[in-house]
């Protein structure tokens, strides 16, 4: 994934590069390429510190999760860490940075774009679909290949279930076998294949008209989209119309109204 510059790189990671152009995207890539980005413990912590900054920095409007190796976006869990010796409590604990993090991308109040530029595997496969978006280079593969090496995904079933016909999910899961981006598109996991050659303007395209909306209105229907998603259809009625009724007292969905009639652009307040 090729990096705009950054107007600022206000903290620096050990296995991620943190940069915010001046367009209010984020880029959070990951970049352990001698291991093929595989979620160790420090990677966890570097990408739930990074997307804590983007939560946290008025500045950044959307997030972008790359890879800077050059055909793996993850290879997934990191399997030394399964078979070390240590107490199984720390193994216990540590494995819950992965509903952290997923829990953390969906309640973010900002869009993330996942660029999945090569293989995305095992919990990398969980980590893309808790983005919001994903768009895939035609070189990219996707799969949950654990069962073969005796694991079984659990951590990322949920996510994968939330996103993908289940009988197609326990394929994933029960046969361990990957797939092309082409197959992932047209069972739900990608958002857009584009060719390698495009795929930098084809995030950087989706990533600057995500950063482009009003912030406000991005957060309050991101949040409503993470609340929503498991509640019973009259909750998600009553509870969606609430946040609408919100959204009516902003002065963004004014100035989104009037800038449509006097067909111009909108001057986003926040407010």
Known sequence: MRHVCSVRTPMSFTTVRYDVDASGVATVAMDQPDSRNALSDAL???LLSAFELAR????????????TH???????????????????VHKHLN??????????????????????????????????LACDLIIA?????FGTPEINVGIFPFMIMALIYR?????KTTELLLLGDRIDAVEAERIGIVNKVV????FDAAVHDWATRLAAKS????????DALWRQQDMPIEDAWDYLRSQLTIAFSTEDIQEGVAAFFEKRDPVWTGQ
Do not use: W, Y
């Open 195 to 198: 060719p390698a050659a495009d």
């Open 215 to 222: 912030p406000l209105l991005m957060q309050l229907g991101k």
């Open 95 to 128: 494995t819950a940075k992965f509903p952290r993090l997923f829990a953390l991308i969906g309640q973010l109040g900002k869009p993330v774009v996942c660029a999945a530029n090569g293989h995305c595997l095992a919990g990398a496969l969980g980590l893309a």
């Open 70 to 88: 050059p055909t793996t976006f993850s290879a997934g869990g990191n399997l030394g860490g399964f078979a070390a010796e240590v107490p199984l």
């Open 137 to 141: 280079s035609d070189k990219a593969t």
């Open 44 to 46: 966890l912590d570097d």
């Open 163 to 167: 996103n993908v016909p289940r009988k």
């Open 56 to 67: 946290d920095d008025a500045a950044v409007r959307c997030v972008v999760l790359a890879s």
